[in-house]
């Protein structure tokens, strides 16, 4: 009887230690899939991140880029201003040259007819 009372203690004990190993792997199966279910959202918390990043350095770029722009256009005007002023000042320059020959062509003509 004791025999008995022993295998059954046994086949208790096993039943039970089955009973708890389905319910650990259950739980370890919950577990498991919760994990998945954070990496998936972290995965894709981390893409619009990125993605959002990514916009932003573009538009940030374009703004670089329409500074460049801006400050090229700027050195172009600036160039062509100085070239128009160095123009004028040639013309200003050559036509004070023509200024001073034909007074001093006229006063040498003056001083021709004096002597005369």
């Known amino acids: 009887m004791s025999e008995e009372k022993a295998a059954e203690a046994i086949r ?13 792997a259950g739980q370890q199966a919950k577990v498991a899939d919760m994990f998945r279910k954070q990496i998936i959202l972290a995965q ?6 990125t993605v959002a990043v990514e916009a932003d350095v573009e538009k940030r770029l374009k703004i670089v880029d329409k500074v460049i722009d801006a400050e090229s256009e700027e050195r172009r005007w600036k160039q062509e201003q100085e ?3 160095l123009e004028r000042e ?5 036509e004070q040259k023509l200024r001073e020959q034909a007074e001093a062509a006229q ?5 021709k007819k004096k002597k005369s």
Do not use: L
């Open 12 to 24: 208790i004990y096993k039943s039970k230690q089955e009973a708890i190993d389905k319910a650990f």
């Open 44 to 49: 894709r918390k981390y893409v619009a991140f």
């Open 83 to 85: 070239e128009a002023r």
């Open 90 to 94: 040639r013309s200003e320059a050559a």
């Open 107 to 111: 006063r040498a003509a003056d001083e």
